[in-house]
Structures are given as C-alpha cells and as structure tokens.
C-alpha cells in the first residue's frame, strides 16, 4: 500500500473550476487537506470489481472512470466530474457489506449520468450573477438612502440579506432534486445489474438518523448529501419496490470486503487500536491479517514476518500476503531479500503494474547491475498498464541512469516530474534530452510533447 500526498494533482482534480460550490465545500476541504491519495492493488481490485457491473449498467463502460480513494476516515464519496470519482476509506471501513458501498457507488454513478455538475455548476453561475445584482442594487439604496437620510438604506441591507437567503434556498432546493435523481437513477442500476438496493438504503438512513442526533459534528457525506425525510421515504419506496431487494453479496464478495477493511484499519489505526478490534480471541483470516501488519508498525519485521509467513503458508496462491511481505522487507531495509516474494506476487497477480513497480525498486536497490535489465523490463511493463505513475517513471529514470543512457533517463525524469505536476522542472528535462535524441523517435516525441504542454486556463 502507498500514500501519495500530490496536492498539486489533487487540486485539479477536485476544483476543475473556480466556482466552488456551497455543497461541496466540506468534500474539498477534506479531500484537499487528507494526507493523499492511496494506491494499494487489492483494495483497487475490490472497488474496481463493484464499480464495473454498476459502470456498465449506466452506460459508462469503456468510458475511462477513475475511482481514486482519499487517506481519510470520514464516510465520504463525491464526484468532480465525469472521469472522477472518489472515496474516502472511511466509506470503505464503515460499510459492513460490499451491497453497502456498491450502493454509494451507484448513487455517485447517478450524478455522473445526470450530468449533475456540469448543471450544477451553470446554476452557480446564474446565483452568483444574480448575487452580484443584488449587491449593486442593495448597495445603491443604501447609499441613496443614507444621501437622502432615510430608512431607505436600512431597507437596501435587508433586501441584500434577504436575497441571499432566497438564492440559498434555490440552490439547496435544486440539489435535493438533484440527489433524489441520483437516488432513481442508482436504484435503476441496482436493478440492472441484480443487486439490492438494500444496503444503500442503511447507508442512507444512517446518515438521515446522524443529522436529526447531530447539528455539530455531521459527517461530509451527509452534508453534501441532504437527507430530508421526503427523499428517505422516496428511496425507501422504490428499494422495497425491487424485485432484488432481499439478494445478498455473494459470499467471497463479503471475505474479500472484510480483507480490504481488515488491512486499511492494520495500516491507518494505531496498532494498539487494532490489536484490540481484532483481539487474539479473533482467528478469523481477516482478523490475522490486520494484526500482522499491525505488528510490523508497532514491532517491526520480527514481529511480523512470522505472522505472514503462517498467513502464507495456508493461503500460497494469495498474491496481496507475498505483496506486503516484500513491501515490509523493503521499507525494512532488506531490500534484497524483499526480491523473492515480490516476484512470486507478480507470478501471481501479472496484471498489477504497482506490484511491478515495487518489485523493480527492491531490484534496483540490492545494488546487483545484473538485476537492471529485470527492473526496467518490470518498470515499462508497469508503466504500460499505469502511464500516469510518476513513482514508476522515477525508478527508470533511476535504471536508465544507471545504464548510462542519459537520454532516456532524462526522459523517464521530466515525465516523472510532469506527472507530480511540476511542470518547470519537467520541461527543463525535455529540453536537455531533447537535445540528445533523433528527430521523430518516440523518445523525442515524448520529450516534445511535454515542452509543448501548457497548463489549461481556469
């Protein structure tokens, strides 16, 4: 599992344009303020496997949606736009079945095919007109006022003060017919693909009883997403309604949920936390995962080796275990070592370009050259799958370099660069390998496109 803290990156992706809106002040606050992003296969795995039925159903596959999750506890899942979708792994963690997080993933799929935003945001756009009107008029009465040494004045303010909250009122008004929409156009999905809208009800009852317990301290997802009472009783009409109301999430989705949650909370909460969540009374495969990475946290590998490799030694096929084995090693300063089980990961999960990613930095770091040509093969084959990972470009740069190809490793640098959006020092790259390389080779084209790129206008 890695964290990425990429704010520059995160902030294109959650504020495409400079009207912020009300409702969603809470989510970018959040998502902008989180440690990052995190990447982790299996979990990626999992949430991809409940968004593809529900994608398709929608009519979105093929269409490139990206599902990032936020390194934060709260319940929250929110989209920017019709490529981007979030989830915080608070949503993740406090769902206690796949049927409930699939539902928040439908809803969202709703604001994508409703075109939610981009109306959303022309909305905004007539409020804050209409705003500005408001003000230019309020203030001329006022000063009028003031000049004839009326009440006239006063009454300006009270428009000013009262027109706000009637353009307040609109807007809000258009977002609960907005969610109520999502919520049809969800159910329609759940529907399509077979599954209950059962869980995305508890989910939003949950939510509906938080805010009538709570004014303080509500939860972002309930306050970017209003539930007033009407929309529950509509929701719950149209859940029980569904034929496919009482189907379960078959059995190994539910093992394969308690995993992924199991290994968030082993990774994010203290270990003691964890230790007394899944208590050693606990021997259930999910609860023995959390405390083997619980225990390299608070112990370190001789504390967790012996724990992974019983985990391993029951489940051989299982390419997540070899995974964090390798990662532990690695990070643990054994990096040669690290090699052999992040190998057998990869034998297992070939499709996983960050499992390759890993298995190419353990490589390059035993400081073996022999291990090179295996680390850049690993890298491109990675890299591939997972063109944006600027981690990956970076360890090539690193191999190329240490070939003594400098072209490609100036390459290899300026896209790393690009990609963590520092785009100052990713053109002075492209230039200098520009310089080295055959006009029209796919180097160079690489090298151009970058000196070409300019960032779009807000």
């Known amino acids: 599992m890695r964290f990425f803290l ?31 992003l995190i990447r982790d296969t299996e979990t990626e795995n999992l949430i991809r496997e409940y968004a593809r039925p529900i994608f398709k159903a929608a009519g979105l596959f093929g269409q490139n949606v990206k599902i990032h999750i936020v390194s934060d506890r709260a319940f929250n899942a929110f ?4 490529q981007n979708m979030f989830i915080h792994i608070g949503a993740i963690t406090n769902s206690r079945t796949p049927n409930q997080l699939i539902g928040v993933i439908a809803h969202e799929t709703g604001h994508i095919t409703g075109g939610h935003l981009a109306r959303f945001r022309t909305q905004l756009k007539k409020a804050q007109s209409a705003s500005l009107m408001l003000q230019i008029l309020s203030i001329a009465a006022m000063v009028g006022g003031a000049a004839a040494g009326s009440e006239f004045g006063q009454a300006g303010g009270a428009a000013l003060m009262g027109g706000n909250t009637l353009i307040k009122k609109n807007i809000l008004a258009y977002r609960r017919i907005e969610e109520s929409s999502a919520d049809r156009a969800a159910v329609t999905f759940l529907n399509g693909t077979h599954q209950s809208a059962k869980g995305m009800l508890k989910t939003f009852e949950f939510f509906a009883d938080q805010g009538l317990a709570s004014l303080r301290q509500v939860d972002p997802y309930l306050q970017s997403h209003p539930m007033p009472r009407q929309r529950l009783a509509q929701l719950r009409d149209i859940a029980r309604r569904s034929p496919y109301f009482k189907v379960l999430d078959r059995p190994s989705l539910q093992r394969r949920h308690e995993m992924v949650k199991a290994k968030l909370i082993g990774f994010l909460d203290n ?41 391993i030694s029951e489940h051989p096929d299982n390419p997540f275990f070899y995974e964090i084995k390798g990662q532990f090693l690695f990070e643990g300063g054994r990096p040669t070592t690290a090699i052999r089980p992040l190998r057998k990961a990869v034998s297992l999960a070939p499709g996983a370009p960050l499992i390759r990613v890993l298995l190419a930095q353990a490589l390059l770091a035993s400081s073996d050259d022999l291990l090179i040509d295996e680390a850049i093969r690993h890298l491109r084959k990675g890299l591939g799958r997972e063109d944006k990972y600027a981690l990956g470009y970076r360890q090539l740069a690193n191999a190329y370099a240490r070939k003594k190809k400098i072209s490609r490793a100036e390459v290899a640098s300026a896209q790393a660069y690009f990609y963590e959006g520092r785009l100052k020092l990713a053109k ?16 160079w084209l690489i090298a151009d496109d970058i000196l070409k790129f300019q960032r779009p206008k807000r």
Do not use: C, E, W
């Open 428 to 443: 002075q790259q492209a230039k200098r390998a520009k310089k080295k390389l055959k006009n029209g080779s796919a180097q």
């Open 79 to 82: 989209v920017v736009d019709g």
């Open 271 to 311: 270990p003691a936390t964890v230790f007394n969540l899944y208590n050693r009374r606990n021997t259930s495969l999910p609860a023995r995962y959390a405390r083997a990475i619980a225990s390299y946290r608070s112990a370190g590998l001789k504390s967790f080796l012996p724990k992974i490799n019983a985990l």
């Open 6 to 36: 990429d704010r520059l990156n995160l902030h294109k992706l959650l504020v495409p344009t400079l009207a912020t809106t009300m409702v969603m002040v809470s989510v970018l606050t959040s998502a902008a303020q989180a440690r990052g």
